[in-house]
C-alpha cells in the first residue's frame, strides 16, 4: 500500500470510529433491504478490485455511505474504500497504481523522473513542445513558423535521434541549447549550445550591423566589444531613428566601419 492510500485508510478509519454506525444508536442507518444489496457486492470483482466485505457505514452530509474492505489488483493490499467508488471505477487501486504509472514512464525513458531533475534534454525537449504546439499567442512566432519533424513528437524517438547525430555532448553549465540559426526550424543540425548572453543575441529582434568583410554582427555583441561611453538603449534608439553608422551613434571610434542592417 503506498503512503497516500495508507493515509485514506487511516482517514476513513477515523471516521469510521468517530461515529460509530451499524448500531444504530449515532446515525441513521440504512434499511436491511439496502444493507443486504450492499452485502450483494461481497465477494465480487470490480474493475479488478475485490471488494472482500462491507464493514460499515458512514455519514457524508445526510447520507450514509457503505465502506468496504477491498484487495487491490496490482499489489493485493487490502484498503478501505466508499462502495460506490468501487463500484463507479473511480477507485482504481489501493493507490499504488499512481507509483506504478510513474514507474512505467520511467522505463521508457529515465529523462523525466525525479520532476525536480529533469535531464537538460527532456527539459528542452518540452520547452520546444510547448513553443510549437502552444496556443498562446505569446507563442505565434513559434507556431507554425517552421513545422517540426515527426521524431519530434515523442521524446524517446527524438532521443534516439539525438544520440544518433549529436552523440553524448552535453552542455556546459549556464549553457542551453538554441538555434544557430533563428530564423531556420528547430532541426538537431540546427541547434548549438549557448550561453543567456549569446541566446540573447540570437533572437527575431536582434539588430545588426554589417563590417569590414561583409561581417554581420549582432550590434550587442560589437558594443560590449568597443570603448563606447553611450548608454547601450541611447545608441540603440539612434540607431532605430535612423543612424545607420555605429560609430555615430554609439559615439566610438572603435566602431568604425560598422553600419546597422535595418
Ligand atoms: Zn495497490
Redesign the pocket.
Known sequence: ??ED?AKYAVSLEKTYRDKPIVDGKCIKIPSQATQQVHKRSEGLSFNGIVVLEVVGYVLSGKHYRAIARCR?P??S?EFLAYLTHVHSGMKK?????TDRLHAESASRHGDALPKSKFHWLYRFWSGVQHRCYSTDPKYRLYVGRAPLEPFWSDYPAFKRQWLAVRGDACPMPGESLDRTDNNARYSLENLRFASRSQQAQNMSNTLYAVGPENLTVAIAKLYQESGSCVKYTTGLSRVRRGERKLEVAFESADLAGWEAVC
Request: glycine share 8%.
Open positions: 500500500m503506498s492510500s487491490c496490482f499489489d493490499a487501486s489501493c493507490g499504488c497504481s
